[in-house]
């Protein structure tokens, strides 16, 4: 693996702010693997959720995007994901940086192995629409879960 505890330590608050008038849940590359984590920052109202830094190598990236659209689907939020590409001395890392609607449809994807910049235009509303069609966040029983 990639010794990641050296150089990272676990965080003790929710990431949540806005940006350009939209609010956002701002995460890593682990965060990804802990739903309820994400689930919790995102019953708050956040819109969107931002991967904004990971590093998931060549031979995971499909785990990366199934558990990216899983995310965009279970929390009814656009997400936009940058995974870095290249290599280091250990790890050849997968690219496919991804942006998915709240339906969990991909809406852009960068190659696997290649730098690159996605420009996506989005309609923010379309998260409203999804989750007044199917309302999660107020059908939730969060005291049956812990």
């Not at 060549?58 to 558990?67: E, F, K, N, Y």
């Not at 279970?74 to 290249?86: I, K, L, P, S, Y």
């Amino acid at each position: 693996l990639m010794a990641e505890e050296q150089y990272i330590a676990a965080g003790d608050h929710k990431n949540t702010f806005e940006l350009a008038g939209v609010s956002a849940a701002g995460v890593i590359c682990y965060d990804i693997r802990f739903p309820e984590w994400l689930r919790a920052m995102m019953a708050e109202g956040p819109q969107q959720i931002l991967y904004v830094a990971a590093e998931w190598p060549i031979q995971r990236i499909d785990q990366w995007q199934i558990l990216l659209q899983a995310r965009a689907i279970e929390n009814q939020a656009f997400v936009v994901a940058a995974n870095r590409v290249g290599r280091d001395a250990d790890n050849q890392f997968g690219g496919r940086s991804l942006v998915i609607d709240p339906l969990g449809q991909i809406v852009a994807q960068a190659r696997d192995t290649d730098e690159a910049l996605l420009v996506v235009t989005i309609d923010i509303a379309d998260e409203k629409t999804v989750r007044g069609q199917i309302p999660v966040f107020h059908d939730r029983r969060p005291e049956l879960y812990y």
